[in-house]
C-alpha cells in the first residue's frame, strides 16, 4: 500500500513537471518573438542638416521576424529626439525613445 501511494505521489508529481515544461516553452515562445520586435528597432540618426527623418528595420531572432519604424525630429542644433516601435509577427510589442546631443 505504502509503495502504491508512492507511485500515485511520483506520477502525480511527473503531470506537474509536463505542465511547468509546456508553459516554460510557451515563455520561451513568447519571448524569442518579442526578440525579434527588439532586433527590428532602428536606430535613430539625423543628419546635421536634417529637421526630420524616418527609418526601418526588419529583425530576425530564430524563426521569429519583427518590422520596426523610428521617427527622429531636430530641437536645435544640438539636440534631436527619437521615438521607435516595433512589432514581430506572433503580436509583441517594443518600442524606445531617444535623445541625442551633438556639438
Known sequence: TRNSIK?????AQIGNN???I???????DDMEEG?????ALPDMFLDRDDTIAASGGMGIYGNNVGFGATLAIRGNENWSFGAS???SEGGDVAGKVQVR???
Open 18 to 20: 509536463a505542465a511547468d
Open 35 to 39: 526578440l525579434a520586435a527588439v532586433a
Open 101 to 103: 546631443w551633438t556639438k
Open 7 to 11: 507511485i500515485d505521489q511520483a506520477f
Open 85 to 87: 516601435t516595433a512589432f
Open 22 to 28: 509546456a508553459a516554460n516553452t510557451a515563455r520561451i
